[in-house]
């Protein structure tokens, strides 16, 4: 036998040893784009079902631990889903000869969807899922079954929702992201970076100038519009809320100790004119008035999605091995 019969083809040189990958097939470049806007849509809408339910509850950025939990639990559910949409698109695009030879080490069973969600709804589920079991482990003693385990799900979503759940960090994204604006608070795309100590008297032309930079950059911290000419620099908290907070009867009996708590601290934020005008009123009447933006699209509103339903597609078509 020659060398050149013992050297490897092209298509499969990357490929683990006993299986066979064409890695030029037709779908793998076709369907990992659809896969990584599968997930971006996914993760989008997950993040403003989010906010519709936290605006129906009157939860905003005020309530900061409220928020920060259903931030946490909507970043979580948003990568998984966007991690199903990935394994879904992988495991249509397999070609019919690599359905038996993607893992070597257990035995896919390769249900079409159809026929997966027939046996999650049948009434004789469980009957049908025992006589599979016996089936596959009659072939293969390590056989899995088309419902996974929770150990299973754990190795088959793990890696693609804590890949996206660190590119949401990564790119700028917050837990409060997914929260409604209250106006007498800073918002959900306030950011201490692009922000500049503030006092109760007005801001300088220096700290305008500032904030005339930070706005077209970072947004309106309250409904993260960049598209604005004029550009407020707006005291958090507001200057009537930090007065009375200052003047708070637990603050005088401190003082009256001999203890003087350091005054609450404020800061300049880009907003609009528009958010501005919004929340004179709102502090003027002492009200709450929530801002949504379901409108208004950062990198860490889809990217997460994306990586992780690409990674759950190369993960479920092996390219990732």
């Known amino acids: 036998m020659s060398a050149s019969e013992n050297a490897p083809s092209p298509a499969c040189s990357l490929s683990p040893?006993?299986?066979?990958?064409?890695?030029?097939?037709?779908?793998?470049?076709?369907?990992?784009?659809?896969?990584?806007?599968?997930?971006?849509a996914a993760f989008l809408a997950t993040g403003c079902s989010s906010?519709?339910?936290?605006?129906?509850?009157?939860?905003?950025?005020?309530?900061?631990?409220?928020?920060?939990?259903?931030?946490?639990a909507t970043v979580a559910t948003g990568t998984l889903a966007s991690a199903v949409c990935g394994r879904l698109i992988g495991r249509a695009t397999c070609p019919p000869d690599m359905s038996t030879n993607l893992q070597p080490n257990r035995e896919r069973t390769a249900l079409s969807g159809d026929r997966l969600w027939h046996r999650l709804l049948a009434p004789n589920f469980g009957r049908v899922r025992q006589e599979h079991i016996a089936s596959t482990q009659s072939l293969n003693p390590i056989a899995i079954t088309a419902v996974a385990s929770p150990a299973e799900v754990q190795?088959?979503?793990?890696?693609?929702?804590?890949?996206?759940?660190?590119?949401?960090f990564a790119t700028g994204g917050r837990l409060k992201a997914f929260s409604p604006s209250d106006l007498r608070s800073v918002g959900a795309f306030g950011r201490r970076a692009f922000s500049l100590p503030a006092t109760l008297s007005g801001a300088s032309a220096k700290v305008r100038a500032c904030i005339a930079t930070y706005g077209p950059r970072q947004g309106c911290h309250s409904c993260g519009t960049r598209s604005w000419s004029e550009w407020i620099s707006d005291h958090q908290p507001p200057v009537k809320d930090a007065k009375r907070l200052n003047e708070a009867r637990w603050r005088r009996v401190l003082s009256v100790c001999g203890l003087h708590p350091f005054p609450v601290a404020q800061r300049f934020y880009p907003q609009c004119r528009p958010c501005s005008e919004r929340q004179s009123g709102a502090v003027a009447q002492s009200r709450i008035v929530v801002v949504t933006h379901f409108k208004v699209v950062r990198v860490y509103h889809v990217l997460p999605g994306a990586v992780a339903a690409l990674i759950a597609f190369l993960l479920e078509t092996n390219l990732g091995s």
């Not at 066979?20 to 793998?28: A, E, I, N, S």
């Not at 906010?51 to 946490?72: F, N, P």
């Open 155 to 168: 190795q088959d979503y793990g890696p693609s929702t804590i890949a996206g759940t660190c590119v949401f």
């Open 51 to 72: 906010q519709a339910v936290q605006s129906a509850l009157g939860l905003s950025t005020r309530t900061r631990i409220a928020a920060s939990a259903v931030g946490a």
């Open 17 to 40: 040893p006993g299986i066979h990958v064409d890695w030029t097939h037709d779908g793998f470049i076709r369907d990992a784009p659809a896969a990584a806007l599968a997930g971006a």
